[in-house]
């Protein structure tokens, strides 16, 4: 009888603990920009956009290191303008857990160029990016 109570105890502590009470509340996802084109991780080939169009990255990321995505190089503004940069922290909240950045560009006119990105931590000078993420855009 003992026992069983104890079985019985011990099944009910384990369930209360993985119940969802210690997460933050789910974030409701927001309706669909109609000018974004799908985001992208990486791209072999260059990504194609209709001038007007928006296009995102979504990048791996982790702050807690100290690391960010920043631009390699300037921008061709007549061509892509940046329209901006987030982070969105992991699903599952752990210490020390990276997350996403996502940068968003629109397309401006039509043309062809390069959007590099390094990821590197911004108060180091003449170091080697951890990270280099190179995006070839042809706007048409």
């Known amino acids: 009888m003992r026992r069983t109570a104890l079985l019985v105890s011990m099944l009910c502590f384990c369930l209360g603990c993985s119940t969802n009470q210690n997460r933050p509340p789910r974030r409701e996802k927001m309706h669909p920009d109609k000018k974004l084109t799908p985001e992208y991780t990486h791209a072999k080939s260059p990504v194609r956009v209709d001038v007007g169009k928006r296009l995102a990255f979504r990048l791996k990321s982790n702050p807690t290191t100290g690391y960010k995505w920043q631009l390699a190089k300037d921008l061709d503004e007549s061509v892509v303008k940046l329209i901006d940069t987030k982070y969105e922290p992991p699903k599952r909240m752990m210490p020390g857990a990276g997350g996403e950045e996502i940068w968003t560009f629109e397309a401006v006119s039509k ?19 951890a990270k280099k993420m190179t995006f070839t855009i042809v706007v048409e």
């Open 111 to 129: 043309g062809r160029t390069t959007i590099k990105l390094k990821y590197c931590r911004p108060w180091e000078k003449n170091i080697m990016p």
